[in-house]
Structure formats: structure tokens, C-alpha cells
């Protein structure tokens, strides 16, 4: 099956200072890469995905690059803001699809005054 | 439209007994998934479904847990017998279309403690 490595577990960044976070997969065949923030005690809620025809896409502040050859995709946050502070879940489908989604471990973005 | 749907938000039950978490998706998506989260594993998928036939279960632990869905409107997530590691919020999420190919709606969430 698919195997998603997120990094970093936690990061810290400034208010109004831009934040990465980089996963990888293993499985070439993936083509879809969802993004989701789960905030203290809620549930996850899709932030922003991307599929493999495009390499980068954007909403606002968020965006996020695809390098299909190297296997790895990124989320880009700029401008960050309190309300950014949660955790965000890379993920990707094993098979086609066919297995349902792999999540990263998580990320804890936490936004410093 | 009121999103996906979880019973019982909360379950304290004791080891050994038979723990029964239900699940209404969204109307008119088609796929519908378990998950579950911990802080040691992260979001594990357990068991996927479309059009109410399980697609891949792959995921589920063990024989102790079993997942149903008897139509396009409900499904459970049984463990039997359950047992303190079993302790975790469990989701369902929900999606229009085959596969994993489209936005999840998940559910608020069960959280289960087994004594």
C-alpha cells in the first residue's frame, strides 16, 4: 500500500511569517494529494488538494506544489495567522484510489504572537 | 444539510464488552470511510465503502472489529470484544464518487475509552 511521510511533527513559526510542510509517497501511481487542518478537539476538514496534472495550486494564502518525479508535495502557508494554529494531515491514495486515503503523521503548526 | 452524523459522541465502556459506533453520511455521497486516531498512530483508515459494499478493509485490526453498511444512509463499526488499546476517536467521513479521489466530509467523531 501507499506510504506518506510527513516532516516536521511540530513547527513553530512568527505571526505573518510563512510555513512549510513537505510530504513524501511512495506509490507512483498516486494522482490525487488532499490537505487537511484539524483544529484542537474537531474534526479534519479539507484545506486544499491538487491533482497531478498541475504542479502548484492556490487559494489565498495556502498553496501547495507537487514534484511527481521526485514524489514529494508541500503545503505553503504565508502571512500566517493565529487561527492557522492546528494540525495538518498530508495524504494520498494507494492503487489507483482503490485503497482509500494514507495520512501523514501530522504536522503541529503552532503560530507565535 | 447537516453533514455526516456519529453516535454516541462519547463511549466509556469496561473490557470485554461489545462497543457499536453508528454512522450517517451525507446525502447522495457514496463512499464512506472509518477511521481512527491516536496520538501514537495518527488517522488510520479501518474500512472503506461504496455504494455500501466494502471496498477495502485492509485496515481493520483485527477479527474483533467488523463494519457494516446495510444501506446508503447507515453504517456501524462493531468491536467485540474491546479492549483497553482500543481506546482512540473514531470517524466516519463520507464523499461523492468512487474512491478516494474527492473531498472527505468527516464526521464530528466518537471517543471511545475502554476501562
Known amino acids: 500500500g501507499e506510504n506518506v511521510e510527513q516532516h516536521p511533527s511540530t513547527l513553530s513559526v512568527q505571526e505573518g511569517d510563512s510555513a512549510v510542510i513537505k510530504c513524501t509517497y511512495s506509490?507512483?501511481?498516486?494522482?490525487?494529494f488532499p490537505w487537511y487542518k484539524q483544529e484542537l478537539g474537531k474534526r479534519p476538514q479539507l484545506i486544499i488538494d491538487?491533482?497531478?496534472?498541475?504542479g502548484e495550486k492556490k487559494d489565498q494564502r495556502i498553496a501547495v506544489t507537487l514534484n511527481k518525479t521526485a514524489k514529494h508535495f508541500s503545503l505553503h502557508i504565508t502571512e500566517t495567522q493565529p487561527e492557522d494554529s492546528a494540525v495538518y494531515f498530508c495524504?494520498?491514495?494507494?492503487?489507483?484510489?482503490?485503497?482509500?486515503?494514507?495520512f501523514g503523521k501530522g504536522t503541529h503548526l503552532i503560530i507565535q504572537p | 444539510d447537516a453533514g455526516v452524523i456519529q453516535s454516541p459522541r462519547h463511549e466509556v465502556t469496561e473490557m470485554g464488552q461489545e462497543v457499536t459506533l453508528r454512522c450517517k453520511p451525507i446525502?447522495?455521497?457514496?463512499?464512506l470511510f472509518w477511521y481512527r486516531q491516536t496520538m501514537m498512530r495518527g488517522l488510520e483508515l479501518l474500512i472503506y465503502?461504496?455504494?455500501?459494499?466494502?471496498?477495502?478493509d485492509s485496515g481493520m485490526p483485527e477479527d474483533r472489529f467488523s463494519a457494516k453498511m446495510p444501506n446508503a444512509s447507515f453504517s456501524t463499526l462493531k468491536i467485540q470484544p474491546s479492549e483497553p488499546r482500543d481506546s482512540a476517536v473514531y470517524f466516519c467521513?463520507?464523499?461523492?464518487?468512487?474512491?478516494?479521489?474527492?473531498?472527505?466530509?468527516f464526521g464530528p467523531g466518537t471517543r471511545l475509552t475502554v476501562l
Open positions: 506509490d507512483s501511481a498516486s494522482n490525487y
Open positions: 491538487i491533482r497531478s496534472n498541475v
Open positions: 467521513a463520507s464523499s461523492q464518487g468512487g474512491g478516494s479521489y474527492n473531498e472527505q466530509f
Open positions: 465503502f461504496n455504494n455500501n459494499v466494502p471496498i477495502d
Open positions: 495524504a494520498a491514495p494507494g492503487i489507483g484510489g482503490a485503497d482509500g486515503l494514507t
Open positions: 446525502s447522495g455521497h457514496n463512499s
